[in-house]
């Protein structure tokens, strides 16, 4: 069946570093990746998205990558602030509406 | 101007004693969702709904069913549930033509 796998776990990174996160489909029909930063307690919100016809995204400090060929995509932040601190979560979409999450990278930004 | 509505944000619920968890939207999509989350695991998809289409994950437990009475609604019911069931419950919604996932604040539940 669909799978995304997603690594690190757990990343720990000083302020003002950057920090990548990286993520593999399964399903090579995927064809819209979004990034979800969810905080203790509250629900999963899109932070940036990337389709399949698009190789890279970026928005202020955050951006993603995607490597079709590879199947990989990965998040990029830069210049790490303490409130990036959260849980963030990749989805593939895998047919027209079902989204598979991979399984979640807790990010901490020390001061 | 919440868009995704859930009720209630906390429920308790005694073993084996049945749980209705509702979610509203005013979004007017076609897509609606039920995903589990246990404690910063991944949200795992149990159902989705497109319009009245109903589209169940092969390992999603009897245990659980679901109603979309019309657009704007759909109901998550847990019929026995167990202290396995505890967890928050996240509704979702997406436009065929968006994409985007657009998630409520969650339902957490409590199983004594």
């Known amino acids: 069946g669909e799978n995304v796998e997603q690594h690190p776990s757990t990343l720990s990174v000083q302020e003002g570093d950057s920090a990548v996160i990286k993520c593999t489909y399964s399903?090579?029909?995927?064809?819209?990746f979004p990034w979800y930063k969810q905080e203790l307690g509250k629900r999963p919100q899109l932070i940036i998205d990337?389709?399949?016809?698009?190789g890279e995204k970026k928005d202020q400090r955050i951006a993603v990558t995607l490597n079709k060929t590879a199947k990989h995509f990965s998040l990029h932040i830069t210049e790490t602030q303490p409130e990036d601190s959260a849980v963030y979560f990749c989805?593939?979409?895998?047919?027209?509406?079902?989204?598979?999450f991979g399984t979640g990278t807790r990010l901490k930004v020390l001061a | 101007d919440a868009m995704v509505i859930q009720n209630p944000r906390y429920q308790v619920t005694q073993f084996g004693k049945p749980v209705t968890l509702s979610c509203s939207q005013t979004?007017?999509?076609?897509?609606m969702y039920w995903y589990q989350q246990k404690s910063s695991q991944a949200p795992k998809l149990l159902f989705h709904?497109?319009?009245?289409?109903?589209?169940n994950e092969a390992d999603t437990p009897d245990n659980f069913q679901s109603r979309r009475p019309n657009t704007s609604f759909c109901f998550l019911d847990i019929r026995s549930p167990g202290l396995g069931d505890a967890a928050m419950y996240l509704c979702?919604?997406?436009?065929?033509?968006?994409?985007?996932?657009?998630f409520g604040a969650g339902s957490r539940l409590t199983v004594l």
């Open positions: 979702a919604t997406s436009s065929g033509g968006a994409n985007v996932l657009t």
């Open positions: 399903d090579s029909a995927s064809n819209y």
């Open positions: 990337i389709r399949s016809n698009v």
């Open positions: 989805a593939a979409r895998a047919g027209t509406y079902k989204y598979i």
């Open positions: 979004l007017n999509h076609n897509v």
């Open positions: 709904y497109y319009d009245k289409d109903f589209n």
